[in-house]
């Protein structure tokens, strides 16, 4: 359910003063007061808005806060600017009403905020989209624009607005915005050359100088320093707060996002420039012949460079400052200028200057804000028009702004007290009239046609001759002088004669809002607004764009000779279409106070409050507002509210709700004199009655509240009780069950067991009873067998004797069988059958006997050969053995080469002559006879010795020569050629011995495997002086082989007999000593060794192998 609130709720004092108890203006104050000090700036008279300015930024204008005002009813929420923002909207769009804002008070009191505030809301609420939201951004946008122009620092206001201004949104039936217009009012146009002290001049001239580029500066011919212009106050320059560098960059964007074009804007900002120009230009008194003085301008500089700014001709502008033509019935005259009048003339041009660009200003922006579509629709006027304003030195725009702000009061009188009335009517409620002050006599004194004052005022002007703003007061003396709200020293009435406080120039008006002394000074002046024509068509000729526009009446070709209408009767027309335009409309009203003088947060100056209370008339509008019936409500809201005060209505009524409310007071006892039934609303006289509802009901709730809140307890501690004892049924289950399974597994483990231990004692029994059964089967078995065994063998003897007795008989039968038969056919078979048997058979034999052969290699190293297969084929088997053998090595020789063939004859013969012979021989079969051992060829070292050599060296080696002395052996090479061998030393190769082959008788070498051996030489040769040589060599069976082969080959010599024996005598010069052979142990190393034994003998101990 939604929680309502209602004003009635919660409320810091009374947040609507028509429920004010007691009603009288210092309970009016308190309240207000006390509402002031906790941040209650909103308090409603029905549906009028109070607001005091808090001075400082509330939190509540924040979007969460827009979003709660939205679409709720005015009485629902905390009094607030939004309600009534809401409330107007709605009603415009729900009801097609035409609404207007309308938002008084003085100067300084928050109407311009309070105007910007619904302005926003409105924008926020209402549709969107594209194009919407941008209509919405030029409207609020053009608020920067016009403050910037129209808005000053005053003494109340540092951003008071100086010119009024009433603004239409217009909307489409759904209630988006289309556009809007804007009506200005009276710009306060002298503050452009004089601002009262303390007060400053139009914010944009300070903006522009603080915030634009240098280089924009540069192009209007201007300089940051206010100081430089005459216009500019300087006491109050740089004001506290304000920012005029980022103002100047906001007007700018504003202006940008309104739809300014570069261009215009640059031109509004010249004219600027060109006022603050012309402020500087001053003139000096020249002497003419006729003894007038004339004016002169004194620096012509600043007038150059804003003749340049404007483009107008500097010479026009000097002469329009000197002189001036007056034209009366088609005859022009010049008149001379002194200074004064030059002075006069400059500033009424730089204040027409200045209101027509922000008239223009309004204009254009009014252009680009305008609805596009011309479809019928509603208006929601917004009205922000200067305060009341009273000053130590009040003028004409006082006495104008003023007597606006009386047309205001008379209209909200006006309007407050017909929808009152209205409401009664509707309602058809009985109303009886009650008295207020009227402030239409006062709004009389000033409009009224024959003898107002600003008729008078126009009357002035107009008339012939001298006219001064005495001749002016004088009047007024005359024909107000009875008016009671009109005083004046010099009045007939004699109560002011001597009244000191009302100076002779001045005259009093009692507003509604008080008094006020008017100065007449400048009365008359500021209603003529003359402008003179030779300055009004010097500016014509500019050009500037905008001038042509601004300065219409200065084309010479439409001179109008009649005078323009007056400032005064300007705004009394406007002012009469504006109150025209507000009646036609639905009106809402914002009245807002200012709290105190000092501009300041917190401060709340009971004094002035009480003034302004008093002068908005806000209790009379209490009093008017109660004087039927203080508070009213729908029937519906009404018995939603206090249902609870009657059994009847409680807690639902079925039926009408105003049978329903006349059900609850009947019940309630309240008198019938303090209310009255409307059609729609319960009126309620007293706001007392309404009170003591508010207390019952207050009471009531609390009664209420017992009772729900008993309910609801009962009803917590009941489900939370069923919830517990369902709870328990489930645990006592689930413990139940799990208890039973434990138990049941105890049990059938314990079953378990015991069945086994049954089991195995059964089991065991029964195996007993098995194995002592199976063991009796057993014995039987074995017993049956061995039986048996006997008995088959005595059977199985007795059966062999059987056959055997039988074979034998057979075999018997047999021989005797074929002995018969080869006697009968023995004859037969020899000659035909066993031959041809016989040769297959052989034949077979032979064929596989061959095929067998197949598997033998051709390496006549190869020594395998089959075994031979039967008896019969020994012969033939060896011999084929023989034959496959020696064809094979033949084929094997076939391969050799003559070299090849030549050693192996070599290696032949050495094995002819040493196999079997000399243990030496089978270790030097495998090595090659190489024959050149020394490369003597090659060699370098051995040159000498091969050149000795007459034939070719068929062997060459190192060997010992073995000394008879002592055993031991030297080296020497050893050469053999065809016909001789050589020694030579081995270090130098000089041939020590050379000895022809013929010589050499023999040689003897040992049969064990030793390299020495002995060349014995031929008894009485040339050579056998030297004695025989005993030498020993690692190639001793090549080196004999080869002299063996020489031997062999060699025609003319006797072949060399070769001896091999282990003892041989060799022959040293005269002696013949014997070398013997033995087998040494392993200690001689495994090399042979010789040793001298004695003369004769010498012992070779070769290692056993
Ligand atoms: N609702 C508000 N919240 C905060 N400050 C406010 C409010 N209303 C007014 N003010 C302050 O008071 C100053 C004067 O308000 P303004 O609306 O310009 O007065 P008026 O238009 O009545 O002369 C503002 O500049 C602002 O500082
Ligand atoms: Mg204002």
């Given at each position: 359910m939604e929680v309502k609130t209602s004003l009635l709720d919660n409320m810091i004092g009374v947040g609507d003063m028509v429920l004010l108890e007691p009603l009288n203006e210092d309970s009016f104050i308190v309240n207000l007061r006390n509402r002031f000090d906790h941040n209650e700036i909103y308090t409603y008279i029905g549906s009028v808005v109070i607001s005091m300015n808090p001075y400082r930024s509330l939190p509540i204008y924040t979007p969460q806060k827009v979003e709660e005002y939205r679409n709720r009813n005015f009485y629902e929420l905390s009094p607030h600017i939004y309600a009534l923002a809401d409330e107007a909207y709605r009603s415009l769009r729900d009801q097609d009403k035409d609404q207007c804002i309308l938002i008084t008070g003085e100067s300084g009191a928050g109407k311009t905020e309070a105007s910007k505030l619904v302005m926003s809301y409105v924008a926020a609420v209402c549709g969107k989209g594209q194009e919407v939201n941008k209509v919405k951004e030029q409207l609020l946008q053009s608020n920067p624009v016009l403050e910037a122009f129209g808005n000053a620092k005053t003494m109340r206001n540092d951003n008071s607005s100086r010119f009024g201004k009433y603004m239409d949104i217009e909307f489409d039936f759904k209630g988006d915005p289309l556009g809007g217009v804007i009506s200005n009012y009276l710009l306060e146009k002298s503050r452009v050359c004089k601002q009262p002290r303390g007060e400053r001049n139009f914010h944009i001239f300070y903006q522009l100088l603080s915030g634009a580029s240098d280089d924009t500066l540069m192009k209007l011919k201007l300089d940051r320093d206010f100081s430089k212009y005459n216009y500019l106050s300087l006491d109050s320059a740089n004001v506290n707060g304000l920012d005029d560098a980022a103002s100047f960059r906001t007007v700018r964007n504003a202006m940008q996002i309104v739809g300014f074009m570069e261009a215009e804007v640059q031109s509004v900002l010249e004219l600027v420039a060109a006022v603050l120009k012309l402020g500087n230009i001053e003139f000096k008194p020249e002497s003419r012949v006729n003894g007038f003085d004339e004016s002169r301008v004194k620096d012509k500089n600043d007038l150059k460079e804003m003749c340049e700014l404007l483009g107008i001709e500097q010479s026009v502008l000097e002469r329009a400052f000197s002189y001036r033509t007056v034209e009366a019935k088609m005859e022009k005259m010049s008149t001379t200028l002194n200074v004064a009048q030059a002075y006069y003339a400059r500033d009424a041009l730089a204040k027409n200057l200045y209101s027509r660009l922000f008239s223009w200003l309004v204009t254009r922006i009014n252009e680009s804000i305008k609805a596009q579509a011309k479809t019928r629709h509603k208006v929601m006027g917004v009205l922000d028009i200067y305060g009341f304003e009273i000053f130590e030195d009040n003028s004409f725009e006082q006495f104008i702004i003023n007597y606006c702000n009386e047309k205001l009061q008379q209209i909200f009188i006006e309007l407050t007290l017909r929808e009152e009335q209205e409401e009664y009517i509707r309602e058809d409620i009985e109303w009886t009239n009650i008295e207020y002050f009227n402030n239409a006599i006062i709004c009389d004194l000033i409009e009224n046609n024959q003898n107002g004052i600003l008729a008078m005022l126009d009357e002035e002007c107009l008339r012939p001759g001298t006219v001064t703003d005495d001749t002016f007061l004088d009047k007024l003396n005359t024909i107000c002088?009875?008016?009671?709200h009109f005083e004046s020293r010099?009045?007939?009435?004699?109560?002011?004669?001597?009244?000191?406080?009302?100076?002779?120039?001045c005259f009093r008006i009692q507003h509604y809002a008080g008094k006020v002394l008017y100065r007449v000074e400048g009365f008359v002046d500021k209603n003529n607004d003359l402008l003179y024509r030779d300055l009004s068509q010097a500016m014509y000729k500019a050009t500037h764009s905008l001038m042509r526009q601004l300065f219409p009446e200065g084309n010479p070709a439409k001179v109008n000779l009649k005078r323009p209408p007056t400032a005064g009767f300007q705004f009394k027309a406007s002012v009469g279409v504006l109150m025209k335009n507000l009646q036609t409309k639905n009106p809402n009203y914002i009245r807002c106070i200012k709290p105190n003088d000092k501009k300041v947060a917190h401060i709340f100056t009971d004094s002035l409050v009480c003034h302004q209370v008093r002068y908005l008339g806000l209790v009379e509008n209490v009093r008017v507002r109660r004087a039927g019936y203080a508070f009213r409500q729908p029937y519906e809201s009404c018995l939603e509210r206090y249902k609870m005060l009657c059994k009847k209505t409680w807690p639902h009524w079925r039926g009408p709700a105003r049978d329903g409310v006349e059900v609850l007071l009947t019940d309630c006892s309240v008198p019938t004199e303090e209310f009255a039934y409307g059609r729609s609303k319960i009126f309620i006289r007293n706001p007392r009655t309404l009170f003591t509802l508010e207390e019952r009901r207050r009471a009531c709730l609390e009664d209420l509240a017992t009772l729900i809140q008993k309910i609801y307890r009962g009803w917590k501690s009941r489900t939370h009780f069923l919830l517990l004892k369902k709870s328990q049924v489930v645990v006592a289950a689930w413990y139940r069950r799990y208890a039973q399974q434990n138990k049941y597994q105890k049990i059938k483990s314990a079953t378990l067991v015991m069945q086994s231990f049954v089991r195995g004692w059964k089991a065991r029994n029964i195996l007993r009873q098995l194995k002592y059964e199976k063991r009796c089967k057993e014995a039987v078995t074995t017993i049956a067998a061995y039986w048996h065994g006997t008995q088959a063998r005595r059977e199985l003897r007795r059966l062999k004797e059987e056959a055997r007795r039988k074979h034998a008989v057979a075999i018997i039968w047999a021989y005797w069988l074929g002995l018969q038969v080869r006697r009968e056919y023995r004859k037969f078979f020899r000659a035909n059958a066993g031959k041809k048997i016989y040769d297959f058979t052989i034949q077979r034999i032979m064929q596989k006997y061959f095929l067998g052969l197949k598997t033998t290699t051709m390496s006549p190293m190869d020594n395998t050969w089959p075994a031979k297969p039967y008896g019969f084929l020994e012969g033939a088997h060896t011999q084929l053995r023989r034959i496959f053998h020696l064809w094979r090595c033949k084929k094997y020789r076939g391969q050799f080469t003559e070299e090849k063939k030549a050693v192996y004859e070599e290696k032949l013969e050495a094995s002819e002559i040493f196999k079997d012979k000399k243990a030496l021989y089978p270790s030097s079969v495998s090595q090659p006879f190489k024959g050149d051992y020394l490369e003597i060829q090659k060699n370098p070292k051995y040159q000498k010795l091969n050149s000795a050599m007459e034939e070719k060296v068929l062997l060459a080696d190192l060997v010992n020569k073995i000394n008879r002395a002592n055993g031991k052996g030297s080296p020497r090479l050893f050469l053999l050629t065809k016909s001789n061998f050589v020694l030579a030393d081995q270090k130098t190769g000089q041939v020590k011995a050379s000895v022809p082959l013929p010589d050499l008788a023999s040689v003897s070498v040992s049969t064990q495997s030793d390299g020495f051996f002995a060349l014995k030489l031929k008894e009485?040769?040339?050579?056998?002086?030297?004695g025989d040589f005993l030498l020993s060599s690692e190639h001793l069976i090549e080196i004999i082989t080869k002299l063996h082969r020489i031997g062999t080959t060699a025609a003319d010599r006797d072949q060399i007999n070769i001896d091999i024996s282990d003892e041989f005598l060799v022959q040293f010069k005269q002696d013949k000593v014997c070398v013997k052979f033995i087998q040494g142990g392993?200690?001689?190393?495994n090399s042979a060794a010789c040793k001298r034994k004695n003369n004769r003998l010498l012992e070779v101990s070769v290692p056993s192998p």
């Open positions: 002088a009875e008016h009671q010099l009045n007939k009435n004699s109560k002011f004669l001597t009244d000191h406080s009302l100076p002779h120039s009485g040769s040339a050579s056998a002086s030297k392993p200690k001689n190393g």
